[in-house]
């Protein structure tokens, strides 16, 4: 099973992937991640991709889609989530290539369908223990005693910075523009499915299992 989860910061596509890797066994490959490792472990890849970065330069599809290529020839026996490739139609015609070249294919496009407003209350009102890393909310989920973490007992908590509605929007809207012109080639597939974002982990997690599953699905 390979499948592209696509949603914006905050939708929660990283708590299913992981859940999806717990319980499947399926493999989260993200191209920012695996280009980090390949520099920092000094692989032929990673060696091109960092005298490139050094020149200032953006990686080439040529050079992601290698490292891509590298991850699937490793242990990815039960299927892989892709997580920020592909974004243009370019790239998705690559990862169909690198995926039949290896005898695969691409099972399923799955956006976690989300409202705007809702989400950025969501994410500007997140907050953690800085101790434990515990998460909170401002409204759905304060520390049931006051600047006590319920965890660890800890009394210092932060916020990432760019929790903010104005990154927050902005970072939408960036997901939009890299996201539209890869949904209409996987469209014409039949392959994109829409799970409702804003409901529970649970319930998220349950409509997703659902499509992998086989059971009838409305294309989005």
């Known amino acids: 099973m390979n499948i592209i989860l696509l949603g914006p910061p905050g939708a929660g596509k990283g708590t299913q992937a992981h859940r999806l890797e717990q319980q499947r066994g399926m493999v989260q490959l993200s191209t920012g991640d695996m280009l980090r490792h390949a520099v920092a472990a000094g692989t032929p890849i990673g060696l091109k991709a ?6 200032g330069e953006l990686v080439s599809d040529a050079i992601v889609s290698a490292l891509i290529g590298e991850r699937l020839d490793t242990s990815v026996d039960k299927g892989a989530i892709f997580d920020g490739f592909p974004r243009t139609q370019h790239q998705a015609e ?13 099972d399923h496009v799955i956006e976690l369908d989300v409202n705007e407003e809702a989400l950025v209350d969501r994410i500007t009102g997140r907050f953690s223990c ?12 304060l520390p049931r005693v006051e600047n006590t973490c319920d965890v660890c007992s800890a009394h210092e908590f932060h916020r990432r910075p760019d929790d903010n509605e104005q990154t927050v929007r902005t970072r939408m809207a960036e997901y939009r523009a890299k996201t539209a012109p890869i949904l209409p080639y996987y469209r014409e597939r039949g392959l994109v499915r829409a799970v409702e974002g ?14 992998l599953d086989g059971a009838p699905a409305l294309p989005f």
């Open 130 to 141: 800085a101790n434990c890393g515990a998460g909170y909310h401002d409204r759905f989920k």
């Open 198 to 211: 804003m409901a529970s982990v649970d319930e998220v997690a349950r409509q997703i299992d659902a499509i």
């Open 94 to 106: 690559a990862l169909d290539l690198l995926l039949a070249d290896r005898a695969r294919k691409l």
């Open 50 to 55: 960092k005298a490139v970065m050094a020149a």
